[in-house]
């Protein structure tokens, strides 16, 4: 006998992996001991090689569901004598090399035996195991130890201390157990903060009848509050938005039991991700009979349904007979309320009655939300949040081992940390133009430097030397002394799905399709259009949408008629159109912008899309951000799915030998169709279809048979569909996979541009394209 040491690394600790090796070892009648550590599970035993051998593949192949192995590396190491195999305390030095786990979403074992009458967990709110509950939202410190969460405060009773001591019950070490005897306490209040029960019982029926009444139900979730109401109540639902000044954004839906999705008829591909551990939002098409369809998503044909994926919400709905309303508690535009002090003061005008609970959440997180491609089922992560964050799991991504943290962009925003060999990417942290969600951002960015113990030795932050997260990382590299380096935001996205594609080493040249609303070019303009190639290491710009005046600077993002306007001012036929848009004063004044000829031009796709989604009537002013872009592919899936893509010829999009694609012939034959009464879902569907024609053509001119997606313009499925179904065999297409197409790449993409210029500098080549921003106001 010899003895071994087994290091495991990857999502090995809140999975139940300790408890798994123990019965694995006993099997196999091992003897030796488990324990976690800051960099994964260690595992040390006594045996012959050829069983030790065993073991470990053992392992690698029957791991826990939850668990993902990145590395098992076994060596012998010097002799030991064990008597048994246990499970030690855990090993709290050195530094942190390990996949967090996410929060799991209630597990099938623990549902049934939440509904069991007989079960001593019968109707507990709080019932978890190995397999499911908080795990990254309620840690303190690394590695995972209910010493170190927010449930060190609840003393375990005899039989929860019983089952979590035994090897053969599910609740083996199980850090989150509790019970009714041990129980994490309810308490539901009034909107002045008067506590009106803490009684389980009474607290389900109060929240069922308050739900019937139409009344707002602010809850404490694995995440944060949610604000709930009834699905069917159109008063409940107008009285929410007002409330939360949401006027058109779509709103969630959570439900029960699977039967409440008979209205949804979801595909096997939606149900499947809907029952996932991670347990997201995913957005559903329905009939438009749907019940309140015109106030839960006004405009769309989806809706957004998740299922009560922890079991508070699940026992709720137990007494409710269909979903409700869920969506994050908070005033739009501010981050989702986690701390109960703050529930009271800050929902108790939004809600009627406010549940909480005692145990506490350490970092607030939103719900995760997916899309499916309408064609293909193609998955598109559209917020990568609760369940998901905060690891990113890419075993073959190679790059050099360092000590990063990238600060982002401004919309969507995200940090990533890299620590060692580890890539750590946020939570979705929202859009950082208002001073509660840049303190947010400072808060989470805080929290996870500390969980992972990690001081940066190298920021990285966006080109745009204005934009918040640019001065938090300016100011903590001041801090910490380290340097700070900008890098373009169009160049991140590339970047990112490189990395995400292991696509850093290539040896054919890449072309990059970066399509969304805006980022800082280096020539000083607002990019958003871009083709680049990417070979040996160096990028290059090859193409763009021809620039257009930018009108009013932000204002133009949230006003469609302004991209039409700024598109179309060289087409008279157009203008007539346009005029009708606007009052006299504002014609005046934005025609008057155009004749200046502004300086600041733009070759934003995201703002074509605005400006078509105008022209045919949809969306002149939005109240949210995509909300043009999203209603003019909803048009557009409409006439494809009842039509197909028969007698849909192309419009014309001219494409010039220096690769800058011209629009006025596009708007000139949009406008002539709209004016002949071309049906506006047909013009869109032509107009999607248009887009993945020129980017087939592009890749043709290029000669680049590997092209790659990044950008918010690809969170538009129909797009991407009709991509695959045009260019794949022909050429090798690449998406983000793990990663968010928007904004929420930008930070991972900063850290692998960077790593791509440390190769740059050792490869020889012929000098190419720089492109060098300052870091100057």
Known sequence: MSTWHLHITGQVQGVGFRPFVYALAGKMGLKGEVNNGLDGVHVIFNATKTQAQSFANSIAVQAPSLAVITSCKLLETPSRTFNNFSIIASEEEGEASLLISPDFGLCADCDRELHEPNNRRHAYPFITCTNCGPRYGILRSLPYDREHTTMDVFKMCHSCKTEYEDPSNRRYYSQTNSCPE????????????????????????????????????????????????????????????????????????????????????????ALELLESPAAPIVLI?????????????????????MRAHNPLFQWLLDGFDRPIVATSGNVSGTPIVFKDVEAIEQLSPLADLILGNNRDISIPQDDSLIRLSPLREKQILLRRSRGYAPTFIQSELQTKSGHILATGAMLKSTFSLQSGDRFYISQYLGNLDSFDTQNHYRFTLEYLRNLLRENPELVLCDAHPDYPSTRIGEALGQQLNVPLLPVGHHLAHFAAVLGENQLLHSKSPVLGVIWDGTGLGSDGQLW????????????????????????????????????????????????????????????????GIIEKAPRLQSSSAGRIFDAVASILGICDIQSWEGAAATQLENLAISWIQKEGLNDLPTYPLCLTPEGQLNCDSLFAQIVEDSINQVPPAKIAARFHHTLAHAIRNFARQG?????????????????????????????????????????????????????????????????????VFSNTR
């Open 182 to 269: 041990c129980s994490i306490t309810l308490s539901l209040f009034d909107q002045t903060g008067k506590l009106i029960s803490s009684d389980p019982q009474n607290i389900q029926t109060a929240v069922n009848k308050a739900w019937q009444s139409g009344q707002i139900v602010a809850i404490k979730g694995t995440g944060g509050y949610l604000l709930t109401c009834d699905t069917i109540n159109a008063a409940a639902i107008r009285r929410l938005r007002q409330k939360k000044v949401r006027p058109e954004k779509p709103l969630a839906l959570m439900y029960g039991k699977t039967a409440q999705l008979s209205l949804w008829n979801p595909s096997l591909a």
């Open 285 to 305: 098409p329905v009939s438009p009979d749907f019940p309140n369809l015109d106030l839960i998503a006004p405009g769309l044909s989806s809706v957004g349904m």
């Open 528 to 591: 958003g259009g871009e083709f680049f190639s990417y070979h040996h290491y160096q990028f290059e710009r090859r193409g763009h949408f021809s620039y257009f005046p930018v009108i009013a600077g932000d204002k133009m993002a949230r006003e469609p008629r302004l991209s039409a306007l700024a598109l179309c001012h060289r087409l008279p036929q157009v203008l007539k159109v346009l005029k009708e848009k606007f009052t006299e004063a504002e014609w005046r004044i934005y025609h």
């Open 703 to 771: 000669g680049m048979k590997k092209v790659a997606f990044s950008g918010g313009v690809f969170q538009n499925g129909l797009l991407t569909d009709l991509i695959n179904l045009h260019m794949e065999g022909e050429f090798e297409l690449y998406f983000h996979q793990q990663l968010s197409p928007n904004d929420e790449n930008i930070s991972f993409g900063q850290i692998i541009y960077h790593h791509i210029q440390e190769y740059q500098k050792s490869f020889k080549h012929p000098k190419s394209q720089e492109y």
